[in-house]
């Protein structure tokens, strides 16, 4: 936005009113770090300077080989049936004798305190049932904490676009700290066009509106770009607003950064 404002002040402004071409400077959508969420020794890079990568493509990976080993635990202790299986099969079995239990008391044939102790066994084997059902549940929700630590050290790409820089190198220690992104991607498809109009241009450049866009040597050519953003607040110093165009780059021939002029 600097470099625009420079160039709206010594170009833009002494341009005549009714000029259609403005100067404009062409960068990517969005560009971003990439950084480890946990500290710890990048395992490996699987990408290059200058790569194409894609959404949810990953970029590199972090050693885990203890978090590997806690998710087969995990996955074993979800898995095992034996406590759930056999508390199901007390509970059926303490149902039976309390029926019979019932029966023969309305016969006369045992005694109140033993239909009791039928009736409490039964109570206690379904609370044991419960707990057994709750510890499985818990078990399933380990395994799938383990398993989302475990993505933690897998880095994948936040969108469709190209490899900046790679800045860390494998068997380097990544943390999550500010200055030491892993690697740089940009997405470039589609690129912003940015430029600054005058002031006197304010209210004839709409959201929605169709322009032109000829990018500088060696790339030329013509391109259609739409406006995507119309500044609400002037820049009193220079008297001048900014506009924001999406231009499509499907092929990726366009590169960010470059100079170029816009017609509307």
Same mark, same amino acid.
Do not use: G
């Given at each position: 936005m600097k470099r625009l404002l420079a160039v709206a002040a010594t170009g833009l402004l002494s341009?005549?009113? *009714?000029?259609?071409?403005?100067?404009?400077?062409?960068?990517?959508?969005?560009?971003?770090?990439?950084?480890?969420p946990v500290e710890a020794v990048i395992e490996s890079i699987r990408v290059q300077r200058g790569g194409v990568v894609r959404k949810g493509e990953i970029v590199a990976t972090l050693e885990s080989g203890p978090e590997r080993a806690s998710l087969e635990l995990a996955r074993s202790r979800a898995q095992m049936q034996g406590d759930l299986k056999a508390a199901e099969a007390r509970v059926e079995l303490t149902r039976k004798k309390l029926v019979r239990a019932e029966e023969l008391y309305k016969q006369n044939f045992v005694s109140v305190n033993a239909l009791d102790e039928a009736e409490a066994d039964y109570r206690l084997s379904v609370e044991e049932l419960r707990?057994?059902?709750?510890?499985?549940? *818990?078990?399933? *929700?380990?395994?799938?904490?383990?398993e989302q630590i475990l993505d933690l050290r897998t880095i994948r790409s936040p969108f469709d676009g190209v490899v900046v820089e790679v800045v860390q190198k494998p068997g380097e220690f990544a943390t999550s700290n500010i200055q030491q992104p892993i690697l740089r991607l940009a997405?470039?498809?589609?690129?912003?066009?940015?430029?600054? *109009?005058p002031v006197a241009m304010y209210g004839r450049i709409k959201v929605g509106q169709r322009a032109t866009v000829m990018p500088e040597n060696p790339v030329g050519g013509q391109h259609r770009a739409v406006v995507k953003v119309v500044d609400r607040v002037i820049d009193a110093a220079s008297g001048t607003f900014g506009v924001r165009l999406e231009l499509p780059n499907r092929a990726r021939s366009i590169p960010a950064g470059a100079r170029c002029r816009v017609r509307f």
């Open positions: 341009q005549p009113l *009714l000029a259609l071409e403005y100067d404009c400077i062409i960068e990517a959508r969005q560009n971003v770090e990439v950084r480890s707990r057994a059902q709750e510890n499985q549940k *818990l078990a399933e *929700l380990e395994l799938k904490r383990t997405e470039i498809d589609p690129l912003n066009v940015e430029v600054i *109009l």
